[in-house]
């Protein structure tokens, strides 16, 4: 219990010198997203090299792969059937993110530090790392293709008759979306050429045959990837300067209310049943799981809501709140398991 609450510390300790850093501003404007581009492209991929290289293929690839996926669509779905009947109705695509907000974790940000210096093993959030990008990536950006397609369709109908039908300050809506099998191989291509992706899977072929780099190369390797978890810490901490959530004039409390409750509750919930009743996993494994699926919502739901524009407010505010609550969550949930 001393080494969960000692590597707590350790990853608050690094986000609030981060906060500390961008509140001086000593960085610049562009020192935040420059340190987060740092991270996601040369030292992440770097240390998920480094460390599924010497991992079991078999436990990366086993049973919390399976409790990753099983419980972030559980959750994505509860969000889908609760918001139908709760929430006044909002346009699909919206309803989309705010699903994402409910169920998609920060696998990458906070889960590699948390996997590293609470569960013991970086390697361990791989499973979650790989669901979120190689199979729930291509399903959501389904999802939004033809949700905001369909509402562009609506819109410019709309228009043909009254130019003022659009939304106060939105746009008409993305351009029209090119072809279903286009649309297909581009997300392929987006997928394999990720820095995340490309670490894991070369990790995975250099563990599965035992091949080894030569030393001097293994050592800058090794040395590139020890930038990852301080660059990724410290620029989350830099992200969280100046935000200000759930402001009234946005009308959307009760999404990001519904988006977070699920997040921090349901969410490690439904990946406890999933791994324990279900998958029979115990101890450590269970611990491993469920502290997974407490990590707050993933910055690239935000992202992807910028990209698409909708639903920007119940992303942002969801993340904010997420993140500022998930870590002592995570505390409780380790105390609880461990």
Do not use: C
């Not at 696998?107 to 979120?132: C, D, E, K, R, T």
């Not at 990720?194 to 045959?209: C, Q």
């Not at 698409?308 to 993140?323: R, W």
């Amino acid at each position: 219990m001393l080494e969960v609450i000692s590597g707590f510390t350790v990853v608050w300790v690094i986000i609030l010198v981060g906060y500390a850093t961008g509140r001086s501003g000593v960085l610049g404007e562009h020192g935040q997203p420059v340190l987060s581009r740092v991270a996601f492209f040369v030292a992440s991929p770097a240390l998920l090299f480094d460390t599924l290289s010497a991992a079991d293929v078999q436990s990366v690839l086993g049973p919390q792969l399976l409790v990753a996926g099983i419980s972030a669509l559980a959750a994505a779905g509860l969000y889908l059937l609760v918001a139908r009947f709760v929430l006044p109705r909002r346009d699909g695509s919206e309803t989309v993110i705010g699903a994402l907000s409910a169920s998609m974790v920060n696998s990458a940000n906070l889960g590699i530090p948390i996997a590293a210096y609470v569960l013991g093993n970086a390697a361990l959030a791989a499973p979650v790392l790989i669901f979120q990008l190689a199979v729930y990536t291509p399903i959501y950006v389904a999802a939004l293709d033809s949700t905001t397609a369909a509402e562009a369709r609506r819109r410019h109908t709309g228009a043909a008759g009254n130019t003022a039908a659009h939304d106060a300050g939105r746009s008409a809506g993305p351009r029209r979306s090119p072809s279903r099998w286009t649309s297909f191989w581009r997300q392929v291509g987006h997928i394999a050429l990720n820095p995340m992706i490309i670490g894991s899977v070369l990790g995975l072929a250099f563990s599965a045959t035992g091949w080894s780099l030569p030393g001097p190369i293994a050592e800058s390797v090794s040395l590139i990837a020890g930038a990852s978890i301080p660059a990724m810490l410290l620029a989350f901490g830099m992200s969280l300067v100046g935000s200000r959530p759930l402001d009234k004039g946005a009308r959307r409390r009760g999404d990001v209310a519904l988006a977070s409750g699920i997040k921090l509750v349901i969410h490690p919930l439904l990946a406890w049943l999933v791994a324990g009743p279900l998958f029979g996993l115990k101890g450590n494994e269970l611990l491993i799981a469920v502290v997974l699926g407490s990590l707050p919502t993933a910055q690239n739901v935000f992202v992807s809501a910028s990209r698409y524009e909708t639903g920007l407010v119940v992303s942002k505010d969801t993340i904010l709140i997420t993140t500022i609550v998930a870590i002592p969550a995570m505390i409780a949930v380790a105390f609880i398991f461990a």
